[in-house]
């Protein structure tokens, strides 16, 4: 009976020493596994972040690669875009002048295009070279002459239409520029004299035809036109003259002012 009860005494308490064992060991594996869990976890977590930050970088590669170069506009876009760009050039102002005669005043522009008579005239009158200066020829239907500084105090029956300053002005025939009523032009010697056609130094004309002189257009230099004072072309035209053509009575330039 002893025997009995010892072998059962003895089997519970192994019974129980293998279920103790059992426990402790659950506790101490427990918490490992539950360690390890995290710590892959965060390693994941890690790797996530690294492997996040090189997407990041791959996207912004392929975000530059895949963005268009700007390319340079073309030579002829450039220079369209500096003409648009480059202000607009002003046309310069042509001279305008009062003719200013003793039978009224004669208002006349000059031609940009002309420079040379242009720039002539303009010194000249400026300098007061005209003032006191005749129109020695006249012929109604055709046209008035002025310039020659002889006729300053000549007299009446002196021969007129030599003089000037001294030189000549190259000629500069543009087709534009026509022999209509009004046209202002250089007066010049005859072609066996001068086969250039320069003009005068000083010598001008005034065409006073209602239809203009067509015949001397490439001939003469026009280098500008009448705006004011037709009629007073007319009066002078039509004044009475001597067999030289030179008015009986005096009509003389008294002064030539700029206007602008």
Do not use: W
């Not at 990041?56 to 530059?64: A, G, H, L």
């Not at 420079?115 to 046209?143: C, Q, S, W």
């Not at 500008?224 to 067999?243: C, F, R, W, Y």
């Amino acid at each position: 009976m002893k025997l009995k009860l010892l072998t059962i005494t003895m089997i519970i308490a192994a019974f129980c020493a293998c279920n103790s064992g059992k426990k402790t060991e659950q506790q101490r594996v427990i918490p490992e596994t539950e360690i390890t869990l995290e710590t892959e976890s965060e390693i994941e977590t890690e790797e996530e972040i690294i492997v996040n930050n090189e997407e990041i970088k791959t996207m912004e590669q392929e975000t530059k690669k895949e963005e268009p170069k700007k390319e340079e506009p073309k030579e002829e876009v450039k220079k369209a875009t500096e003409l648009q760009a480059a202000p607009e050039v002003k046309k310069p102002t042509e001279p305008v002048f009062d003719i200013v005669t003793s039978l009224g005043t004669i208002r006349v522009k000059l031609y940009n295009e002309t420079p040379k008579h242009r720039d002539n005239f303009v010194k000249l009158a400026t300098e007061g070279y005209y003032n006191g200066i005749l129109f020695h020829r006249v012929i109604n239907n055709f046209m008035i002459q002025a310039g020659d500084p002889d006729s300053k105090n000549a007299a009446p029956n002196a021969r007129l239409g030599q003089g000037g300053p001294g030189y000549q002005i190259d000629a500069e025939f543009l087709p534009q520029f026509k022999h209509k009523k009004g046209a202002l032009a250089g007066a010049r010697l005859p072609d066996q004299v001068n086969p250039e056609r320069k003009s005068s130094g000083s010598q001008f004309y005034i065409v006073q035809n209602p239809n203009g002189t067509p015949h001397l257009d490439g001939q003469y230099t026009v280098f500008g036109e009448t705006l004011q004072g037709l009629d007073v072309v007319d009066k002078i035209a039509s004044a009475a003259k001597d067999q030289a053509d030179r008015p009986v009575q005096d009509i003389k330039i008294e002064k030539i002012v700029r206007i602008q």
